[in-house]
């Protein structure tokens, strides 16, 4: 039996992600052992301790894939190359260091682990496995694959792929093209787009069918995120707003507030926004200073509001407010459903009480960010979302996971999108007599491009599923997040690099992939934010 062999390679599989277990497991003891210092002396080993364990979610992932593909006759040699190519790597990373951003390598060393201990989990056998997957040879072949048109196995069911397909094809249609013409020219996405994406579903998808939506899971929202911002992030990301605002109602609102929104939400006839920042508060949430005053039938809100998405031509802003300004921390905020009137281009923001001035962004353009004004701005207070004050921030946190998990999804949309651009270039431009894809370094960088896709592809699908079957899952959502925001700004700056001057030109759509990748591990949490979830997770020893 060859070591290409399908049964080899999964006995192989299996044995890296147990060797992965096994270090996380003793650097989370190493870790545990200098408990006693002090916090800011140890953030970055908590981080790193983080960045580890999200390695080891997916080094299993992607052993669960395999093996899946095994049982399924569908692991050749194309497979095994992308899923060898990426265990390769990650193995090598957490023996020698890992990437938390371009400038910041977390070592073993800096958990506190000992180097013995660490080559006696991933001995001579392993390492010379991971050092054979990841070597010239797989990756050439990968790259030639992917230049090819070879596209890795999905692991959906057949309702799943068709849904899938309409995306793609529509995101391929209608919105690649014309996206990169809205960035250029920082215009909103048009309204017969966002129209079409309605018709499409995409607003309802996981709205309940009882109110007008199409009852799918958080897989289903995955793969249409995942196409749509292939596409044009933008597109992708307008689905994020009616995500977070059906969630909020769906778990706390009234029977009378999801009869009220749910139908209009599912339909695309409500555009809602998402209004939680404000200036000098980002994650730290509890500390928000905007309040609304109770006046009869009415909230009157005063204060500002930052990084609203969208927010002209939405109908419904799921409002963050301090209700009660004698209460600490998050005990006085509540959540309004605040109506507004649809803006346009001439008059943004026609109602009292309520002014914007619109943020320029590098990029993650076709809906517009504002700074919000609010001066008395009035909510009916049969809108305060449950009906009961002081709810706000328990009620927002349990959309958290959501988020993350789609923004992920919409992360290795943007990734792919940059691997498609790389493979189509480096296909078609010659140098020194030749396409650029069989020069040895260019290569490289698709074949690893495409491993990493596979790692932060598979563990957007893993937090998904665990959703859909009714688990906690915000350890999960927030190592998606996590990984999948550093994956797609390093597909998109090896795109760029791989066209060279041209990746540089405004008129390449990869100038936009970069800019717009760089948000992804901003907004929904912070990358450092979501590190210390996930460290703190861990160590209180939660499952």
């Given amino acids: 039996m060859n070591a290409d062999s399908p049964a080899a390679f999964l006995a192989d599989a299996r044995r890296a992600a147990a060797a992965a277990d096994a270090l996380l497991a003793d650097a989370k003891l190493a870790l545990a052992a200098n408990a006693g210092e002090p916090a800011d002396l140890r953030q970055r080993a908590t981080h790193g301790f983080a960045w580890f364990a999200t390695y080891a979610e997916a080094i299993r992932a992607i052993a669960a894939h395999v093996e899946d593909l095994a049982h399924a006759g569908a692991l050749d040699g194309f497979e095994i190359d992308l899923a060898g190519v990426a265990l390769g790597e990650y193995l090598a990373q957490m023996a020698g260091g890992i990437a938390m951003s371009p400038g910041e390598i977390v070592r073993p060393t800096d958990l506190g682990l000992d180097p013995a201990a660490v080559a006696a989990r991933l001995d001579a056998p392993l390492l010379a496995f991971a050092a054979a997957r990841n070597a010239p040879g797989p990756r050439a072949r990968l790259a030639a694959a992917l230049a090819e048109g070879r596209e890795p196995a999905e692991g959906e069911d057949a309702d799943l792929a068709a849904m899938r397909r309409t995306m793609r094809d529509f995101a391929a249609r209608e919105l690649a093209e014309q996206g990169h013409r809205w960035h250029l020219d920082d215009a909103y996405i048009p309204m017969a787009v966002v129209d079409r994406l309605a018709e499409l579903g995409v607003f309802g998808l996981t709205v309940p069918e009882a109110y007008g939506g199409a009852g799918l899971g958080k897989a289903a929202m995955c793969a249409v995120s995942d196409e749509l911002s292939r596409g044009y992030l933008g597109a992708g990301s307008l689905g994020t707003r009616a995500e977070i605002a059906a969630e909020l109602i769906l778990g706390s609102g009234t029977e009378a507030q999801k009869s009220r929104f749910l139908p209009g ?238 990746g540089y030109a405004l008129e390449y759509p990869v100038s936009r992939l970069l800019v717009d990748a760089r948000i992804l591990a901003i907004f929904e949490g912070a990358a450092e934010i979501q590190a210390e979830v996930i460290a703190r997770r861990l160590m209180a020893g939660a499952n």
Wanted: positive net charge; contains cysteine; proline residues 3%.
């Fill in 265 to 502: 939400l599912a339909s695309g006839a409500i555009l809602p926004t998402a209004v939680f920042t404000e200036p000098d508060i980002g994650s730290d949430l509890a500390s928000l200073r905007t309040r609304a005053v109770r006046e009869g039938d009415v909230y009157r809100v005063y204060g500002a509001k930052t990084w609203i998405t969208h927010a002209a031509r939405a109908d419904l802003m799921t409002l963050l407010v301090r209700t009660d300004p004698t209460a600490r921390g998050h005990e006085g905020l509540s959540m309004l459903l605040a109506e507004k009137p649809r803006g346009s281009d001439a008059d943004p923001f026609p109602v009292a009480g309520l002014r914007g001035t619109e943020i320029g962004t590098l990029g993650y353009r076709g809906m517009k960010e504002y700074e919000l004004a609010f001066d008395g701005f009035a909510v009916k207070a049969e809108n305060l979302l449950g009906g009961v004050e002081g709810q706000g921030f328990r009620q927002l946190m349990r959309t958290f996971e959501s988020a993350r998990i789609q923004t992920a999804a919409r992360a290795v949309g943007v990734a792919r999108a940059a691997l498609d651009a790389s493979v189509a270039y480096a296909r078609t431009r010659v140098q020194f007599g030749k396409p650029i894809l069989g020069f040895a370094r260019v290569a490289d960088k698709i074949a690893m491009m495409a491993a990493e896709i596979l790692a932060a592809r598979l563990l957007a699908r893993h937090a998904a599923r665990r959703k859909d079957a009714g688990g906690r899952c915000d350890l999960e959502a927030g190592m998606s997040k996590l990984l999948a925001a550093r994956v797609a700004w390093a597909c998109a700056d090896n795109a760029v690099q791989i066209h060279g001057g041209n």
